[in-house]
């Protein structure tokens, strides 16, 4: 499908540790990839585009929804999680049926109004493939605590500390803060925030401040409730988003903690 004046086509590799190809897929609109063993600790899936940067729908494994993403670098590359990052994932995922998938966003959903910020294939650290969600700090460094954790589209928030009920959380740090980029300009106008709901062991935010790359920020009031907290807002253009100045409520418990966030708007390109 062509993107950005181009044919757009699709390569998989899967390469170990240091870097070689173990397997891979053949070049096309579309590719997809079998691996024939089992991962090993090391081992990457890199999605080779051939021009970059493109718009794609990329499965990385059966268990895990697709991703919608902005690449805009190749190749983009998933670390396969193992030991304790791989708590964040389903229990059957990357273990079971292996299968890699890659094609383009259908044009017609490519400007279409929706979540922007959903990444079930974000990781930690430096990336080339948006959205991507960091933090200032993540509590104990442990990876169901993770920032990516609340881009990943599960939206179960009654329990703590194992998948499904994975979370980010502020190490209770009142100066900590979380943000989505996105990579590229996109046209925003509304947050939903749905903090974990694991009471009484929770604690909530009843105050955040919302910055925007483009300068601006609002003040936003958030309640108790294990429900979604909409903070619809004008459009306004952005490559970033940041939640900080959270301020804990006087309840007892230390631990607030955000299970998932989404930004809605469209694509500006």
Not at 15 to 43: H, N, W
Not at 176 to 192: K, M, N, Q, T, Y
Not at 205 to 223: C, I, M
Request: hydrophobic letters at 30%; proline letters at 9%.
């Amino acid at each position: 499908m062509e993107q950005n004046g181009y044919e757009e086509t699709y390569k998989i590799n899967l390469c170990d540790g240091r870097g070689a190809v173990k397997e891979c897929s053949g070049q096309g609109e579309t590719a997809e990839l079998r691996p024939s063993s089992p991962y090993c600790p090391g081992d990457v899936i890199e999605v080779v585009c051939s021009h970059a940067p493109c718009y794609a729908l990329v499965s990385a494994d059966p268990a895990l929804p697709p991703a919608r993403v902005w690449i805009t670098e190749s190749p983009m590359r998933f670390p396969i999680p193992f030991g304790e990052e791989r708590q964040a994932y389903p229990p059957e995922a990357f273990t079971g049926e292996r299968r890699v998938r890659v094609e383009p966003v259908p044009e017609t959903e490519r400007n279409t109004y929706g979540n922007l910020s959903e990444n079930p294939l974000d990781r930690r650290g430096d990336t080339t493939y948006y959205p991507h969600c960091t933090a200032s700090v993540e509590t104990r460094g442990e990876s169901v605590f993770a920032a990516r954790n609340t881009v990943d589209g599960r939206y179960e928030n009654t329990y703590h500390g194992e998948w499904p009920y994975t979370s980010w959380g502020d190490n209770e740090d009142p100066d900590a803060e979380i943000c989505i980029e996105f990579g590229r300009p996109v046209l925003a106008d509304r947050i939903d925030i749905l903090i974990r709901a694991d009471f009484p062991h929770d604690n909530y935010w009843k105050h955040a401040v919302v910055e925007f790359s483009d300068g601006s920020e609002l003040s936003a009031e958030l309640r108790k409730t294990e429900q979604w907290q909409s903070i619809p807002f004008a459009a306004r253009s952005i490559t970033w988003v940041k939640l900080t100045h959270l301020i804990r409520s006087e309840e007892e418990s230390p631990f607030p903690a955000l299970t998932q966030w989404r930004i809605f708007g469209r694509n500006c390109q």
